[in-house]
């Protein structure tokens, strides 16, 4: 049995650790807030593991130990792992497990959008119906629609699937065709716009997609257009579309991610042609748990095999732990 205090793990204090069988009786775990991560460093050597959800180059340099940053999440923009590549660090994240989940997400939150169901309900709870009648028509509907999707991976494929069945066209805009695809592509995201009445972004955040959603893409999405969020609220320009749903440049907005998360400008919270969820896309306790144990597996198996399970393409080649290496030797 290795010795337990040689194998400290810090852990984010937003991870529940109740998901994880045995893996406190493995390691030492370190529970961190952001706010005190710059305090770790006096208990936490030598550090082996993080498993968080951002971490950024002065973040790695404060633990010369560690070997494996485990993100919670898919999206890992947050964490600047060309630098953890650097310095020989592996970053993982949580692929597939949430997929499903988000697609459906997705699909709640575009029908919500077009049809006011939220709305709806909160006319019933008021007393409305009984008072006032039926809930006014919706101009917003699923039928006859076309859709394109931004970022058509491992989520966006899954939301395809679904309007597939809901009998929706699907085309898309990626950095690369997908040959093995017949959906119609398009390389430049205004023309996919031009060409459909519902844009859903479901690709990651980072500089190479910040606000590719703007002002020229909106427009093309036309007055009858509906925006779908799920992605990361970086990739739309939040000033852009509040512009175009108050002027009618678009129909309406349906979103889960925003720009400045949690905060919600009071713009976007005052437009009746938006219909705004609290980041909640992979957020039920099935969902979060598959990814809490993966974001453990990631560690465990990186600690006691020297394999890292899903790591993320900038550090796909430290995946596997080198043992001979001098650096690591005597760590176990
Ligand atoms: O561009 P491609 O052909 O590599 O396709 C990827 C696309 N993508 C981009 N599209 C346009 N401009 C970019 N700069 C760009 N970077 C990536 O986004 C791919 O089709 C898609 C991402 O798919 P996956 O890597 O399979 O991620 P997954 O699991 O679908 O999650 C997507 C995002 C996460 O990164 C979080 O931000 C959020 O959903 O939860």
Same mark, same amino acid.
């Given at each position: ?7 400290? =793990?810090?852990?984010? !204090?937003?991870?529940? *650790? ?24 006096? =208990? !936490? ?6 498993? &968080? ?26 964490? /600047? ?5 650097? $310095?020989?660090?592996? =970053? ?15 699909? &709640? ?12 309900? !909160?006319? *019933? $709870? ?7 009648? /039926? ?7 699923? #039928?006859?629609?076309? @859709?394109?999707?931004?970022?058509? &991976? ?5 939301? %395809? ?15 690369? #065709?997908? @040959? ?7 390389? #430049?995201?205004?023309?996919? %716009? ?23 893409? *909106? %427009?093309?999405? &036309? ?15 939040? %000033? ?47 969902? #979060? ?9 990631? =560690? ?23 043992? /001979? ?6 760590? /176990?």
């Amino acid at each position: 049995m290795p010795n337990k205090s040689l194998q400290k =793990v810090a852990v984010d !204090a937003t991870f529940d *650790l109740r998901w994880l069988d045995n893996f406190s009786d493995k390691f030492e775990v370190l529970e961190f807030s952001h706010s005190d991560a710059a305090r770790m460093p006096k =208990v !936490a050597q030598p550090l082996r593991a993080i498993i &968080g959800h951002s971490a950024s180059a002065p973040d790695f340099d404060l633990y010369p130990s560690l070997e494996i940053f485990s993100n919670f999440g898919v999206g890992y923009e947050s964490v /600047d792992s060309a630098y953890a590549a650097k $310095r020989g660090i592996v =970053v993982t994240n949580t692929p597939g497990v949430l997929t499903e989940e988000t697609a459906d997400t997705a699909l &709640g939150l575009l029908l919500n959008t077009l049809r006011e169901l939220p709305r709806a309900e !909160a006319y *019933l $709870r008021a007393g409305r119906w009984k008072k006032e009648g /039926d809930y006014p028509l919706t101009q917003g509907t699923l #039928r006859g629609r076309k @859709a394109g999707i931004f970022g058509l &991976g491992r989520i966006g494929k899954a939301i %395809a699937r679904r309007l597939s069945a809901f009998g929706v066209p699907v085309s898309y805009c990626g950095r690369t #065709r997908q @040959a093995e695809l017949e959906l119609p592509y398009f390389e #430049r995201l205004v023309d996919l %716009a031009s060409s459909v009445d519902i844009l859903i972004a479901s690709a990651p955040g980072g500089a190479s997609t910040r606000h590719a959603v703007n002002a020229e893409v *909106l %427009a093309a999405l &036309g007055p009858n257009g509906v925006l779908i969020n799920i992605g990361r609220g970086s990739v739309v320009d939040e %000033a852009a579309l509040i512009s175009a749903l108050s002027r009618g440049a678009i129909m309406a907005a349906g979103l889960d991610v925003y720009e400045n998360e949690p905060q919600v400008g009071p713009k976007l919270l005052s437009l009746a042609n938006t219909c705004l969820l609290p980041h909640v896309g992979s957020a039920s306790v099935a969902t #979060r748990r598959s990814m809490a144990e993966l974001a453990a597996l990631n =560690v465990v198996s990186w600690i006691e095999d020297g394999k890292a399970l899903t790591p993320v393409a900038e550090t796909a080649h430290l995946a596997e732990k080198s043992w /001979d290496s001098g650096a690591l030797v005597g760590k /176990d």
